[in-house]
């Protein structure tokens, strides 16, 4: 049976005159984009603009919600109750909903930022009030989660449609959490080492943490950053060498 694998990166994070990365470029090789909602990054007009260009490549637009730190761009980990937690994700599932449909499109699936994404993967009661969040105003959308982690038990727990992610640039600790930023080594820069680790891990059905551990699980979509330097090639690379293998891109929805 054919392979068959998701893209997805995030974008949408310009804010006014300020532009980060190159949406345009990555619509042309991602099937799935996680679009700022105006709380980490990007605004009403950066939505609009990202979300018509995603609808006329036939792209999947999902909503992509974190923690409201324009200055932090969503990184710096913040406390809010479950209940409060709850509103700020349907706040920003009814941004992306309203801004889809004005250009045709459908929100598809969530993905969260950042540092409320990484707080998720570390605490399942955490991950289930914002999935649980989602799905009351959008019940048929596809969760996307940090293979192997909190995020994933949650969403298991809540009986919802789910995708395991994995990171194309992004170097892994034992337990399939990432390692920090901060840390040398935890953004990987180099295309074919990207590329190379993605066919490996999707080919064995495991994460390879950073210390060689495999971490056996499904692998359902592949996160390209756009915000890093070399972005727009490691993801040509990671695309070029998924297809050499005769695994198939298809979107998410799909």
């Not at 090789?29 to 609009?48: E, K, L, Q, Y």
């Not at 297809?243 to 799909?254: F, G, M, T, W, Y």
Request: aromatic share 4%.
């Amino acid at each position: 049976m054919t392979k068959t694998i998701d893209l997805n990166a995030d974008m949408g994070e310009s804010f006014g005159s300020w532009q980060k990365g190159d949406d345009s470029a990555l619509l042309d090789i991602v099937t799935s984009a996680n679009i700022a909602c105006g709380f980490h990054a990007g605004d009403w007009d950066v939505m609009a603009a990202t979300m018509q260009k995603a609808v006329e490549k036939g792209v999947n637009i999902g909503a992509h919600p974190g923690f409201p730190d324009l200055q932090g761009f969503g990184r710096q980990r913040m406390n809010f109750s479950h209940a409060s937690l709850g509103n700020l994700v349907r706040y920003q599932i009814g941004a992306a909903q309203a801004m889809a449909r004005a250009v045709g499109g459908e929100v598809k699936h969530l993905k969260l930022h950042g540092a409320l994404a990484n707080m998720c993967a570390e605490d399942e009661a955490m991950a289930k009030a914002c999935y649980e969040a989602a799905l009351s105003v959008a019940p048929d959308l596809i969760i996307m989660v940090i293979a192997g982690t909190a995020q994933q038990r949650a969403a298991q727990a809540l009986n919802c449609k789910f995708a395991c992610e994995i990171f194309a640039d992004r170097a892994y600790n034992d337990d399939a959490t990432l390692v920090d930023r901060k840390q040398p080594g935890a953004v990987i820069h180099d295309p074919d080492a990207a590329a190379d680790r993605v066919v490996q891990m999707v080919k064995a059905g495991a994460i390879i943490a950073a210390s060689g551990q495999n971490i056996p699980t499904a692998i359902d979509t592949i996160c390209l950053h756009g915000d890093t330097p070399g972005a727009i090639e490691i993801a040509k690379s990671v695309r070029t060498a998924l297809v050499n293998e005769a695994i198939k891109i298809v979107p998410l929805s799909k």
